[in-house]
């Protein structure tokens, strides 16, 4: 686990780095940002406060499955030093009677990185792992939805982190930067809106469109968070619209008309693959 998920970590962290060096002024925002304290009353927070737990008497006897067969006991996940920060609960996810292990840790790092395992039941204190959810900032709902947003990979899409694109009018592009996820079966899958949505996004690109192309300077940061407004649309699309790339992109050609536009898809797609290598959706 360890080293699958340093290997994740580097991929991700690379893409970011390629992209730019991290401005100096991104740090102080970025900080400040990461050392807010959590409300109590926030969904995740209560999940994992209040839910079931499993006695610490009995982790040396509950086995865990992983996705390559091996087995191993729950005592040496949660007391792993990598995982000093986890926590763990059991609920039923999916309403078929039986409950899920849901462990959540996160890694270290700024921006970087929380895991959400999820094990199903495989018998009396025996759990198979079945979903991986990598990056950060998941919301558990009260109805065991998973709000998962996109933010954390594509955070310096040719910007800084903390810079994204503002549009203060009242026809403001909205924001679709979060997938619904929800678990059944052993699996986890996005949720499938209607056409509506379909067509907000449709809309937020065209409004994206029309906005005058910039530059890339001396500054290491390119814009002020225009092509990280596409990219976070486009992903939107593509997770919730079945992972079609090839329409995704059509999409893209459509409406990104800029000089970088090669560039900018080259750096979208490679984003997309990470994001799946790291998750279970």
Same mark, same amino acid.
């Given at each position: 686990?360890?080293?699958?998920?340093?290997?994740?970590?580097?991929?991700?962290?690379?893409?970011?780095? /390629?992209?730019?060096?991290?401005?100096?002024?991104?740090?102080?925002?970025?900080?400040?940002?990461?050392?807010?304290?959590?409300?109590?009353?926030?969904?995740?927070?209560? =999940?994992?406060?209040?839910? &079931?737990?499993?006695?610490?008497?009995?982790?040396?006897?509950?086995?865990?499955?992983?996705?390559?067969?091996?087995?191993?006991?729950?005592?040496?996940?949660?007391? !792993?030093?990598?995982?000093?920060?986890?926590?763990?609960?059991?609920?039923?996810?999916?309403?078929?009677?039986?409950?899920?292990?849901?462990? *959540?840790?996160?890694?270290?790092?700024?921006? #970087? #990185?929380?895991?959400?395992?999820?094990?199903? *039941?495989?018998?009396? *204190?025996?759990?198979?792992?079945?979903?991986?959810?990598?990056?950060?900032?998941?919301?558990?709902?009260?109805?065991?939805?998973?709000?998962?947003?996109?933010? &954390?990979?594509?955070?310096? =899409?040719?910007? #800084?982190?903390? #810079?994204?694109?503002?549009?203060?009018?009242?026809?403001?592009?909205?924001?679709?930067?979060?997938?619904?996820?929800?678990?059944?079966?052993?699996?986890?899958?996005?949720?499938?809106?209607?056409?509506?949505?379909?067509?907000?996004?449709?809309? !937020?690109?065209? $409004?994206?469109?029309?906005?005058?192309?910039?530059?890339?300077?001396?500054?290491?940061?390119?814009?002020?968070?225009?092509?990280?407004?596409? /990219?976070?649309?486009?992903?939107?699309?593509? =997770?919730?619209?079945?992972?079609?790339?090839?329409?995704?992109?059509?999409? =893209?050609?459509?409406?990104?008309?800029?000089?970088?536009?090669? $560039?900018?898809?080259?750096?979208?797609?490679?984003?997309?693959? /990470?994001?799946?290598?790291? *998750?279970?959706?």
């Amino acid at each position: 686990m360890k080293k699958i998920l340093s290997i994740l970590s580097f991929v991700f962290l690379g893409i970011s780095a /390629a992209l730019h060096a991290q401005d100096p002024r991104d740090t102080l925002v970025m900080y400040a940002k990461d050392s807010a304290v959590v409300p109590e009353t926030e969904p995740t927070v209560l =999940f994992f406060q209040n839910g &079931e737990k499993i006695p610490e008497s009995i982790w040396g006897k509950t086995l865990l499955i992983s996705k390559t067969k091996k087995v191993s006991k729950l005592s040496q996940l949660l007391k !792993n030093p990598d995982m000093m920060l986890s926590e763990h609960v059991l609920a039923d996810l999916d309403n078929d009677g039986k409950k899920e292990l849901v462990v *959540n840790n996160f890694t270290g790092g700024a921006h #970087c #990185c929380d895991e959400l395992l999820i094990y199903k *039941n495989a018998g009396a *204190n025996k759990y198979q792992e079945a979903v991986r959810l990598y990056a950060g900032n998941v919301i558990i709902t009260p109805d065991y939805e998973f709000s998962y947003s996109l933010h &954390e990979h594509f955070g310096y =899409f040719f910007t #800084c982190y903390a #810079c994204s694109y503002s549009d203060t009018s009242d026809e403001a592009p909205l924001d679709v930067s979060r997938l619904s996820l929800l678990y059944k079966n052993g699996k986890m899958s996005v949720v499938q809106t209607d056409t509506e949505f379909k067509s907000i996004i449709n809309d !937020n690109l065209g $409004k994206l469109s029309e906005q005058p192309y910039q530059k890339p300077g001396d500054d290491p940061i390119v814009d002020d968070g225009l092509r990280k407004e596409f /990219a976070l649309n486009l992903a939107a699309y593509y =997770f919730t619209y079945g992972k079609n790339l090839a329409a995704t992109q059509q999409l =893209f050609n459509k409406y990104y008309k800029y000089p970088d536009a090669k $560039k900018v898809w080259t750096a979208f797609s490679r984003i997309l693959t /990470a994001i799946r290598s790291a *998750n279970t959706f």
